[in-house]
């Protein structure tokens, strides 16, 4: 298990939802948080209450200069964790252009953004931790998901890249894959979602998962046999089922 008391993590996209969850149980832990989002008033909101050290760090994910202003100001942190998304349901006949230029330009290459500020001073120092959010959904293409599936895939991807290049060194690079969680996100599907998380249910899991040694976790584990079992199919039988 890791020892949390002391340790001072950044959180990006803390503000509401899986992120404020997690910003709670880590600071009950004993982490100082640097927490991040667009809006600097749900961020010092949150500061305020948490019963640790917190700092708000107002950043936009889609433009790097404020990613690497934000990193001044956080100064030295010994993990980062991403949890910024845009999420909007839709499938290929119904493209949004800007809707997924959006869920791209926030969920993958925000977090390529966000890796390529926070990364180098840890591999300099041979010490640290990333934590990436990928979901159930970017395990294989899904109908409805042309935005948002691959984006996460991006996310996923990323994540083992680097663990593949990271994981004899002193730097950890984990990634959480969770399914659906009740925010302000998900309140935008008019279909039934399976194993629903409340947000504290999903930060608790991820924060156990932070805690150890694995590399990946996907949850929740049941329906998440589903998406990883699916991988095995082939694709006359996987598209006749989940199309």
Request: with cysteine; charged share 25%.
């Amino acid at each position: 298990m890791r020892d949390w008391t002391g340790k001072r993590y950044w959180l990006i996209g803390a503000s509401e939802g899986l992120g404020e969850a997690l910003a709670e149980r880590m600071s009950k832990a004993g982490v100082e948080l640097v927490l991040s989002a667009r809006s600097r008033d749900k961020l010092e909101a949150l500061a305020d209450r948490l019963p640790g050290r917190a700092m708000a760090v107002p950043l936009d994910v889609t433009d790097l200069d404020s990613l690497k202003q934000a990193a001044e100001e956080a100064g030295e942190i010994d993990g980062m964790v991403y949890l910024a998304g845009a999420y909007w349901p839709f499938g290929a006949r119904e493209i949004d252009a800007e809707q997924i230029e959006a869920m791209g330009d926030i969920n993958f290459t925000g977090a390529l953004r966000a890796v390529a500020v926070a990364l180098p001073p840890m591999v300099a120092r041979d010490s640290g931790h990333i934590v990436l959010t990928g979901s159930l959904s970017g395990f294989r293409g899904l109908p409805g998901a042309v935005g948002y599936t691959p984006s996460k895939a991006g996310v996923m991807a990323l994540a083992e890249s680097m663990y593949c290049d990271l994981r004899k060194t002193g730097v950890q690079v984990q990634v959480a894959n969770p399914g659906f969680i009740r925010t302000r996100l998900t309140d935008k599907n008019d279909f039934h979602m399976p194993f629903l998380m409340e947000p504290e249910e999903a930060a608790r899991t991820m924060f156990e998962h932070m805690s150890g040694d694995r590399f990946k976790r996907s949850f929740p584990t049941l329906f998440s046999w589903v998406f990883r079992g699916s991988q095995f199919l082939p694709d006359w039988l996987y598209y006749r089922i989940f199309s």
